[in-house]
């Protein structure tokens, strides 16, 4: 069950649209989700949930400010009429891309979708396809499957910054995308037609949720989100989570998540991996397997000057991973059939 506790701010460490991170008097750090409950200013006495510092969780030491009791009351216009954070005491009006564009066309028109199980791949693939073809427009879809506002992301931040990304959709309880969306299959439309995007990369937000099981992760959101993209008339390409260094031998090669994902999905997908990774994926008859040379995603990362690591470790310690990443980011552009050079569809 959640904790609280009631401190105060001592200093507002940084500030950018959706978000502040502030120092406490006890010395704890915390986040203000600004869309949410407004901003907070030095001095100012707030409740925090304590929770995830207390578990240990890989929230960075940071505390959730969940009220500023330095003010009676706070409202902001919203969006629509479809909440996010339903039925709790942060429910908010955050509105639906549906409610704005309409019925848009379910039909993705051949458009490859890279999806992910984790965050730290979105940069990679990102990166990678804006190498391969510049003036592409990418979409990042973040789902509801970890961190819920995308605001909190910094990868997302320097993604757009640097514009490897080009527009965001939130879907279900996520929010503070460009556009919001109820469900992968909606957001996928919204991607395609609002957004005008010609490849889309879907992942959770930062964060995970793994019990050491083979089906109790939220990883395997991918299973309907590729199967979604097959029966909408896209391109479902997987990308495959790699590591060499991972204590854990369940992650260790290809991740099981990976592998339950492929197992699960009622779709052929394509997967591409270079060479060296090809044997740990094991046998794949339903699935379209492609061996592809990426380009060296870390140096692709360093040159527009972001940090990305997976659990910690950087490109240098898991060449593997980011390998992966930039894999399935070229596979998505050879996919792509508007891409440069590719006047066919790829069978």
């Known amino acids: 069950m959640p904790s609280f506790a009631t401190c105060t701010v001592t200093e507002v460490l940084s500030s950018r649209v959706g978000l502040q991170r502030v120092l406490l008097d006890d010395g704890a750090k915390a986040f203000v989700l600004t869309d949410l409950i407004g901003d907070v200013a030095v001095g100012d006495e707030v409740v925090v949930n304590t929770t995830g510092v207390e578990l240990g969780l890989g929230s960075g030491g940071w505390h959730v400010v969940h009220w500023n009791l330095s003010r009676q009351a706070w409202g902001t216009p919203g969006r629509g009429d479809v909440m996010k954070l339903r039925y709790t005491s942060l429910q908010a009006d955050t509105g639906a891309g549906e409610e704005v564009h309409g019925e848009l066309s379910d039909d993705l028109g051949g458009m490859p979708v890279v999806v992910g199980t984790v965050h730290s791949q979105v940069p990679g693939v990102a990166a990678t396809v804006k190498h391969l073809w510049p003036e592409c427009r990418v979409a990042y ?207």
């Not at 919001?180 to 937000?205: C, F, K, S, Y």
């Not at 309907?224 to 260790?252: F, K, M």
């Not at 492929?262 to 061996?291: E, F, N, W, Y």
């Not at 360093?302 to 596979?331: I, K």
Request: proline share 7%.
């Open 141 to 347: 879809v973040m789902t509801d499957g970890a961190a819920l506002p995308i605001a909190y992301s910094d990868l997302v931040d320097g993604l757009r910054e640097r514009a490897l990304v080009d527009g965001t959709v939130t879907v279900g309880h996520a929010f503070g995308g460009d556009v919001e969306a109820v469900n992968v299959p909606a957001a996928l439309t919204l991607a395609r037609h609002a957004l005008r995007a010609d490849i889309v990369v879907v992942a959770m937000g930062p964060g995970v949720v793994g019990t050491g099981t083979r089906l109790g992760t939220t990883a395997l959101e991918a299973v309907p989100a590729l199967d979604a993209v097959a029966a909408l008339g896209g391109r479902p390409v997987l990308c495959v989570r790699v590591s060499t260094e991972d204590s854990r031998h369940r992650h260790q090669g290809v991740s099981h998540h990976s592998r339950t994902v492929l197992d699960l999905v009622r779709s052929p997908v394509d997967v591409a991996l270079p060479a060296d990774l090809t044997p740990a994926l094991g046998d794949q008859p339903r699935h379209r397997i492609t061996i592809v040379e990426p380009p060296d995603v870390g140096r692709l990362l360093d040159a527009h000057g972001l940090r990305v690591t997976t659990m910690g470790r950087g490109a240098e310690r898991e060449p593997g991973f980011f390998a992966a990443c930039g894999a399935a980011g070229m596979r998505a552009v050879e996919l792509a059939e508007r891409a440069p050079g590719n006047g066919q569809p790829v069978p």
